[in-house]
């Protein structure tokens, strides 16, 4: 009797084993061939004399940071702002740093983001374009004062 009934035990548990790898192999070559919903990983763009130089012909306005909650109940910080370029040459891609302090001013939080390029179309001389990053994961020492952005990479025409 427990024999037959060791048997009987092996066809599920063998059927069970086969459905769970077919899951994870699914999930893994999903993840690999899509690339997931990680970003590809980006050089640093140049930020030598001349890229330093144009920084002063390159204007933020109209900075606003709001928050949101997400489906997970997460709460997102968003920093949505303009960029301009005043200069005569134009911006095929612009990285800023974004620093987030705490209440004894040390940086909480320093990102960096291209704001422009990534597929997007270069800012021509005299153009104006807004742009949006969002922050999943600000730390709670944040003091909840405006974040510092500076331009740390261009790429010019």
Same mark, same amino acid.
């Given at each position: 009797m427990a024999r037959e009934e060791q048997s009987r035990m092996g066809g599920p548990f063998l059927? &069970? *084993?086969?459905?769970? #790898?077919i899951v994870f192999a699914a999930f893994y070559f999903a993840m690999r061939f899509s690339g997931g919903n990680?970003?590809?990983i980006q050089k640093p763009l140049a930020f030598g004399a001349a890229e330093q130089a144009y920084v002063n012909e390159i204007? #933020?306005?109209n900075f606003n940071l709001s928050r949101f909650e997400n489906m997970l109940h997460q709460q997102v910080t968003y *920093?949505? &702002?303009d960029i301009s370029n005043k200069g005569s040459r134009t911006i095929r891609a612009a990285e800023i740093t974004v620093e987030f302090y705490d209440n004894e001013n040390r940086v909480a939080l320093r990102d960096t983001r291209r704001i422009v390029g990534n597929g997007s179309q270069p800012l021509e001389s005299g153009e104006t374009r807004d742009f949006q990053? &969002? #922050?999943e994961a600000i730390p709670s020492s944040w003091n &909840?004062? #405006?974040p510092s952005v500076r331009i740390t990479g261009l790429d010019l025409e």
């Open positions: 059927i &069970g *084993l086969v459905v769970v #790898f990680t970003p590809a204007h #933020f306005e *920093l949505n &702002g990053i &969002g #922050f &909840g004062k #405006f």
